[in-house]
Structures are given as structure tokens and as C-alpha cells.
């Protein structure tokens, strides 16, 4: 059964902090690895990986994926309290079906 | 730019009644559409997903269908709701396109009482 398994589940940080979420997958076909960030009720994309070691950066966002090993990492450095969502992993098994990780509920305390 | 629009924001329906979900896109053309259920403290499920008009795809067992009258209109039908049909309804699109994002709706949260 195709899985992707997002840990922590919860994570609750303080202003300043730098947090790394984690995602690892299986399943049977790979396209890409996508990460989101759900607030209120959208997702709103944050990125897409395709391959193994590039990293991909948004101001204090980065993200990379191991291929080999079958998990990506999503850093997001000096956290603010707008930080503060649910991150989601994903993976595209061909025309953007996606299948999502629990997600990691981020709380970034004052 | 392209837009997603979907509603209602919530609903609230007893068991037995009927259910439609209406999702539109606008500013581009022969998208893929997507409907995915959120269960509270779960990620997205995907529930059907389409590449054209009347064409569907189900890729979980379930109560509900889905429909595409309209290129940029997908549709999300239920004759009867269950209790375990409550929860976070999102539809999406995309390009149809290899290696693309998918951009999600509001999304409507349902509670079936």
C-alpha cells in the first residue's frame, strides 16, 4: 500500500527557533515530493521536488529530497509566529494524484 | 491568473439527505480536477479525479460520486449521507502537465448530523 509518513506529528517551538519536519514515503510510483502549508482552510503550495540532493529555498524555507533513501526534509530557519500550520507532504504518482502524509500541526509560541 | 472557487464554506445536512459540492476554475482551460477529503487530524484523501468532461475516476470506494458537466466544473454528489461522510471536502486543479502543482479550493466543511 502506497504510504507517506510525515513526523513529528506536532511540534511546538518558540519564536527564533529553527525547526526541521520530516517526510518519508513508499509507494509505487514517483514523480515528485510536494510540500504545503494548510492555515485556515487551503493548502498553499510551498514546493516541488524531483530530484535527489537539489535544494529548493524560499526566503527562510528550504527543503530536499533523498531519493535513495525515500524521504524529504522541510527546515524553516528563525521561525515567526505566522510560521504557525499544518505542513503537508506529498507525493505525485502521475497527473498530480497525490498522496498525502498526516501532516506536522506547527505551533510557533511567542 | 487562475482562480478556484468552491462552495458552500460549510454545511451542516442530516443523515439520508442529498449532497452537492460545486468547485469552478476559472482562467485556464481543460485543467485536471481533483476532489480530496480531509478527516479531522488526517491528511487529504483522494477521492476522484478527472482529465475531462464526463470523464471520472474513483480511487476509493465510497458513498459519494463525482461529476464534470463543464470542462472547468466538477461536482461532488452524495443521494444519501452518512455520519462518516462529515468532513473536510477540498477540490483542486492543475495543468495537465508532468511535474506540476496542484492548487487547492477553500474547501467546505461538512458535518453530516
Known amino acids: 500500500e502506497d504510504k507517506v509518513v510525515q513526523s513529528p506529528l506536532s511540534l511546538v517551538v518558540h519564536e527564533g527557533d529553527t525547526v526541521t519536519l520530516n517526510c518519508s514515503y513508499e509507494?509505487?510510483?514517483?514523480?515528485?515530493l510536494l510540500w504545503y502549508k494548510q492555515e485556515k482552510k487551503a493548502p498553499t503550495f510551498l514546493f516541488m521536488l524531483?530530484?535527489?540532493?537539489i535544494e529548493k529555498k524560499s526566503g527562510r524555507l528550504s527543503s530536499i529530497l533523498d531519493k535513495k533513501e525515500l524521504f524529504s526534509i522541510l527546515n524553516i530557519t528563525a521561525t515567526q509566529t505566522g510560521d504557525s500550520a499544518v505542513y503537508l507532504c506529498?507525493?505525485?504518482?502521475?497527473?498530480?494524484?497525490?498522496?498525502f502524509g498526516q501532516g506536522t500541526r506547527l505551533t510557533i509560541n511567542p | 491568473s487562475q482562480t478556484i472557487h468552491q462552495w458552500p464554506a460549510t454545511l451542516v445536512q442530516p443523515v439520508g439527505s442529498p449532497l452537492s459540492l460545486e468547485c469552478t476554475v476559472e482562467?485556464?482551460?481543460?485543467?485536471?480536477l481533483y476532489w480530496y477529503r480531509q478527516a479531522a487530524g488526517r491528511g487529504l484523501q483522494l477521492l476522484f479525479y478527472?482529465?475531462?468532461?464526463?470523464?471520472i475516476s474513483s480511487e476509493v470506494p465510497q458513498n459519494l460520486s463525482a461529476s464534470r458537466p463543464q470542462d472547468r466544473q466538477f461536482i461532488l454528489s452524495s443521494k444519501k449521507l452518512l455520519l462518516s461522510d462529515s468532513g473536510f471536502y477540498l477540490c483542486?486543479?492543475?495543468?495537465?502537465?508532468?511535474?506540476?502543482?496542484?492548487?487547492f479550493g477553500q474547501g467546505t466543511r461538512l458535518t453530516v448530523v
Open positions: 478527472s482529465v475531462g468532461i464526463g470523464q
Open positions: 524531483t530530484s535527489s540532493g
Open positions: 483542486a486543479w492543475s495543468v495537465p502537465r508532468v511535474n506540476t502543482e496542484a492548487f
Open positions: 509507494v509505487t510510483n514517483f514523480r515528485s
Open positions: 506529498a507525493v505525485d504518482q502521475g497527473a498530480q494524484k497525490l498522496v
Open positions: 482562467g485556464t482551460s481543460n485543467p485536471n
